[in-house]
């Protein structure tokens, strides 16, 4: 299974970013093979709208079934559960590394809607 985190860098100990839309990059981390993948955000960051939208295309053109970030905004929710991506948030102030380990120890839990207005920064 592959997870996507959104991060303010290209490693594992990068910072997760609090904002899934305008996430800088995603790390993709495949449960069967232990590996990150670095995906680029760039095509969102100085989108005028919408950037919530393509970032969930990106992940799921990438394969992930899980999503974990600090927050998600209404549009980009319903996209991402319409192409059957879970949802995490809260989960800033952890480097991407912890993050992966709490989601799979447990202790993130998945969310049923958005918890920001859209066009959040």
Known sequence: ???SISSQGSSPDSAVDPRFGRA?????????TYSYEVVSNS???????????????TISK???RILITGHCGPKAFSTLKAAGIEVF?????????????????GQLNATNS???TGHWK
């Not at 800088?24 to 069967?32: E, S, W």
């Not at 095509?43 to 295309?57: F, H, P, T, V």
């Not at 948030?89 to 799979?104: C, F, H, I, M, W």
């Open 43 to 57: 095509q969102s960051l100085d989108a005028a709208q919408g950037a919530g939208i393509k970032a969930a295309e």
């Open 1 to 3: 299974m592959k997870i």
């Open 24 to 32: 800088a990059q995603f790390l993709i981390y495949d449960t069967n």
């Open 62 to 64: 990438h394969g992930a």
């Open 114 to 116: 958005s918890d920001v």
């Open 89 to 105: 948030t809260g989960a800033e102030g952890l480097s991407v590394s912890q993050a992966v380990d709490k989601y799979r120890s």
